[in-house]
């Protein structure tokens, strides 16, 4: 007796599981449940096809991200459901990936919708293609084409959805899109990204819900900038608007940090990434903090997470989120603080404190998120923390 289940029952099972966890628009759930993930990951055991992770299809010779993947199947549903496509949608895809978001959405859009996606990557594209003709999706458009500059001549779109990391929205993009029309993308600021929903109101995106989520970035854009520090073992990711002096960080990386605590405490499975979120709505010198094992064994305070922690960075002084068991909380819960160094980061900590006490007042406030084209005036901009990109002024507010 073989008691091997069929892929049928690894995809239902897959589904089950991401259903005990968020709600499904009822359409996505169907398409999760039709389409054949392990034929957009030939050579993989379908077992490892149907798991909730991402799957490397090809590495980055250039850097430690892979240049392409098929996302985790939880946050490829969690998109699909921010983007609420329906029948008859004409949907733009930004990152083809393996196929496999593209044959979702023509289950989702049906026979009177159209996807086309796009990739600036031949082996991706050749993959995507196979796949996609394989899985019986003939009929959804591939295009090997700069993703930063859509395809307009298809649009415009009622729908776009970005499956690679953003660092600023081209203005062609926001053209292609009707005006009411929805775009999701991860959308990267200040070091962290969130899965945002922007609907098109003229010039303007509007964002109508974030999620956290993380994915590769789309090449071609470069106004984050990294810093190696402690002979690599520390990294500070920035915006290229940011002020870093990575020799005066290298020196104080080199003395003991000193440590201060607010009072907010966090439960083991408490997420606290909020507090990063709110501090990119007031502090233009938030950034991403990553360090190693190694940094933190030649002495470094360990930050909250090391692959990525929010830090105050002003020229070679900084502070960054630290956590230590509370032993007399009953609860056993974990205190948050800031360790800091350099002539600044007392000041730079005490911020992070101030933000820390305000995120842990209000755990779950999210601020409002604006996108306006760059050369939108400061007088035409509503109230709120501006940041500005290359092709975008991006404003964040707290009602």
Known sequence: ?????????????????????????????????????????????????????????????????????????????????QLDAQPGDHVLEIGAGTGYNAALLAEIVGNDGEVTTLDIDSDV???????????????????????????????????????????????ALRDQLVDGGRFVLPLRWRGQTRSVVLIRQGETLLCQGMELCGFVPIIGQDGEHTAELADGTVRIYYDQDQDIDAAGLNY???????????????????????????????????????????????????????????????????????????????ERRSLLGAAYLGADGADLAKRLIAHITAWGADRTAVPHLAVYPSGTPHRDLPAGHVIDKVNSRIVLSFA
């Open 1 to 81: 007796m073989n008691d091997t289940p069929t892929v049928d029952v690894l995809r239902n099972n897959l589904v089950d599981q991401i259903l005990a966890k968020r709600q499904l628009p009822p359409r996505v759930e169907q398409a999760m449940r039709t389409v054949h993930r392990e034929i957009h990951l030939p050579g993989l055991d379908p077992a490892a096809a149907y798991t909730d992770k991402a799957v490397t299809i090809k590495d980055n010779p250039n850097g430690p991200l892979a240049l392409s993947c098929a996302s985790v199947p939880s946050t490829v549903a969690m998109m699909l459901t």
């Open 125 to 171: 594209t050749l993959h995507a293609r196979t796949a996609l003709n394989n899985a019986g999706y003939e009929h959804v458009r591939l295009m090997e084409r700069d993703g930063l500059k859509g395809a307009p001549e298809y649009g415009p779109y009622t729908r776009m959805i970005g499956t690679v990391g953003f660092w600023d929205i081209p203005t």
């Open 252 to 330: 104080v990386l080199a003395q003991p940090a000193t440590e201060t605590w607010s009072d907010v405490r966090v439960g083991n499975q408490e997420s606290f990434d909020g507090i990063w979120l709110r501090v990119t709505a007031f502090d233009d010198t938030v950034c991403r903090l990553e360090a190693t094992p190694a940094a933190v064994d030649k002495g470094l305070r360990r930050p909250v997470i090391l692959l990525r922690s929010p830090a105050l960075v002003s020229g070679g002084s900084l502070a960054y989120l630290i956590a230590k068991r509370d032993d007399g909380d009953p």
